[in-house]
């Protein structure tokens, strides 16, 4: 099912050449990272390579939205003190707002990223929250979940205008308007983008299934989460500026359900404050968001 709706994809996109690539200075680091002993030496001299990559990451994760509580002055600290994989995540956050860093005529690029860094933080701090193992997964997870619209927006925006037309018209869903127009939807093409930049596969199948979280097989915790987290940001008003006209206080709870169907520790958690604990992230992420663009909105 996954491989044809992926075939659908590559036979629409798969020929656009200027289609984004990870940054050579992120596949040479994600390489090294991934190698059996990675030295945090060597990593942190090729993380300096790219002074524009180093001032980002040092920025970022002295921000009030990564949340450590000392200030980190150097690569090299940060590599130390906060560990491989909260690296990666920086690298990721860093570079993919680069790779992306041009509005489409119709998805404002900080309302975009807005979205997004909102999820990632989120879907973390429910991951903290529910004690599960790989916290660093469900923030890159919520990350990345919607990159499949900034490719619609960005690389078919004609087909993306028809979308936006029809989501506000007929007030459906951006999957319905998307499915009924393309034959696939955003969760296809993120998940297709993340296969052909090899990342982990657990990411591509998240990608597949945020908007279908029953059906999914692989981790249906960390879907469920990072899908509770984007309805969190939703309902905050963090959406990408184009906002879906159902609401989504019932797929909040349904949702709610699912996860404490699969995961009994949420049913000792009060739903109400859980929702409401997260109003102040959503200002921290505004205000790392709009630092890092330093655009009027
Ligand atoms: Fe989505
Ligand atoms: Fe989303």
């Not at 903290?128 to 490719?151: K, N």
């Amino acid at each position: 099912m996954k491989a044809e709706r992926h075939a659908l994809v590559e036979d629409t996109l798969g020929e656009i050449e200027n289609l984004p690539t990870l940054p050579h200075i992120v596949v040479q680091l994600l390489d090294k990272m991934h190698e059996k002993n990675p030295k945090i030496e060597e990593l942190a001299d090729l993380i300096m390579t790219d002074q524009v990559l180093t001032t980002q990451m040092i920025s970022l994760v002295n921000s009030a939205f990564w949340g450590l509580n000392r200030e980190v002055t150097s690569i090299r600290e940060s590599v130390v003190y906060l560990g491989l994989r909260q690296v990666e995540n920086l690298i990721y956050s860093v570079s993919l707002t680069n790779t992306f860093e041009q509005d489409a005529p119709l998805l404002k690029r900080v309302r975009f990223w807005e979205h997004s860094f909102g999820v990632a933080l989120c879907s973390r701090l429910i991951a903290q929250r529910l004690r599960y193992p790989d916290e660093e997964m469900a923030y890159l997870a919520g990350l990345l979940h919607d990159i499949g619209e900034v490719i619609l927006a960005l690389y078919l925006h004609p087909v993306f205008k028809k979308v936006v037309e029809k989501v506000v018209d007929e007030k459906i869903s951006f999957c319905a308007a998307e499915e009924a127009i393309l034959g696939f939807n955003h969760t296809d093409v993120g998940s297709w983008l993340v296969s052909r930049w090899k990342l982990p596969p657990g990411l591509s199948a998240v990608i597949s299934h945020h908007h279908n979280i029953q059906e999914a097989t692989q981790d249906p915790l960390l879907v469920g989460m990072v899908r509770m987290a984007d309805l969190i940001c939703l309902y905050h008003k963090l959406d990408f500026g184009i906002a879906e006209s159902e609401s989504v206080i019932p797929e909040i709870l349904s949702t709610w359900q699912y996860l404490g169907g699969t995961f009994p520790k949420l049913q000792k958690i009060k739903m109400k404050p859980f929702l409401q604990e997260f109003n102040q992230q959503i200002e921290l992420v505004k205000g790392m968001v709009r630092a890092v663009y330093t655009v009027d909105v």
